[in-house]
């Protein structure tokens, strides 16, 4: 199957060829169809498998059906993050590049004004985080009575994030009578409640088994006590000599700190993390898919907003303590039927952990020696 047999539109088409794009990835084969026929879709696929096109392109599609002279709210995605949200409005710009629908995005963390002023102009589409959306909402900025499709994306880091509150919040505002796309890497039982909650009849969407990760990246671990862990971090990426290395710790003062330990050792890193400021964090992403420094170290709450074509190297500097989040993390290599790499470090006290980890994914993962 290729994309022109998906019923989509020649400006759509063109568009998509111009991205490099050839054949449909499954979760776009599966899920594009079923919103064109304008029904809820529950949709569960892994990180990388291309779950924002599957959404945004059939969207682009039936928005383009009406075109306002001024542009209202008409669509909806709501995600966990701003770098997602970023991420997500340039690919709705991509795809839509030939058709006269308005995409904005909506985040906190930087000042509104400009945000208030795309909103006043008119917009067919917002891209948001809860938070900001809801502010917006409650100053009467921001009005989705004519809102005729909602996206839940990354549903499961959502929940996580603990904006479970924000979202039924958000959904007391939308019309009843709407379509929801659901979408989320992992299915676990309250994520599949709180889909029941928001879905008419879904279709339901399953690409990949609930929480696996893709089969090509070459994952494994290193047992190594909590004080070795930065040399064997040099070591490592000396010795994978990857021009482009991306390493998750737990937390915001771990990554400035790791971030100086390197820069001692030659080694040009930069942090991204809550902590940071809007542009800081912007710069250091755009430093890192320009080659411009060669380490990017992250806290979890960036690793579903990190989308970096042919990143090689993932490393869990430190083991996370749900699950999931580590398929969220290696997801961000061995993207688009890519190969890639993951390394974990893991000591003594995160062995419970990692335990855990592989119970979820289903594997024994292969132990490096230092």
Known sequence: MNFQDLSLLPTILQAIAEEGYQTPTDIQRKAIPIILKKQDVMGCAQTGTGKTAAFAIPMLQLLNQQIFTKPRCRALVLTPTRELALQIEDNFKAYGRHLKLKVTTVFGGVSAVSQIEALRRGVDIIIATPGRLLDLSQQKILDLSSLEMFVVDEADRMLDMGF???????????????????????????????????????????????????????????????????????????????????????????????????????????????????????????????????????????????????????????????????????????????????????????????????????????????
């Open 164 to 370: 479970i509150n924000d979202v039924k919040k958000i959904v007391a505002l939308l019309p009843a009578k709407r379509q929801t796309l659901f979408f989320s890497a992992t299915m676990p039982p309250v994520v599949r409640k709180l889909a029941n909650t928001l879905l008419q009849n879904p279709s339901e969407v399953t690409v990949h088994p609930v929480s696996s990760t893709a089969e090509k990246i070459q994952q494994s671990v290193y047992y190594v006590e909590k004080q070795d862990k930065a040399n064997l971090l040099v070591k490592v990426l000396l010795k994978e000599s990857m021009n482009r290395s991306l390493v998750f710790t737990r937390t915001k003062h771990g990554a400035d700190r790791l971030v100086k330990q390197l820069g001692k050792q030659g080694i040009q890193a930069k942090a991204i993390h809550g902590n940071k400021s809007q542009q800081a964090r912007q710069k250091a992403l755009l430093d890192f898919r320009n080659n411009d420094i060669g380490v990017l170290v992250a806290t979890d709450i960036a690793a579903r907003g990190i989308d970096i074509d042919e990143l090689p190297l993932v490393v869990n500097y430190e083991i996370p303590e749900v699950p999931e989040t580590y398929v969220h993390r290696i997801g961000r290599t061995g993207r688009a039927g890519l190969a890639g790499t993951a390394i974990s470090f893991c000591d003594t006290n995160e062995k419970e952990d990692f335990k855990n980890i592989q119970r979820l994914i289903g594997m024994t993962l292969p132990v490096l020696s230092l």
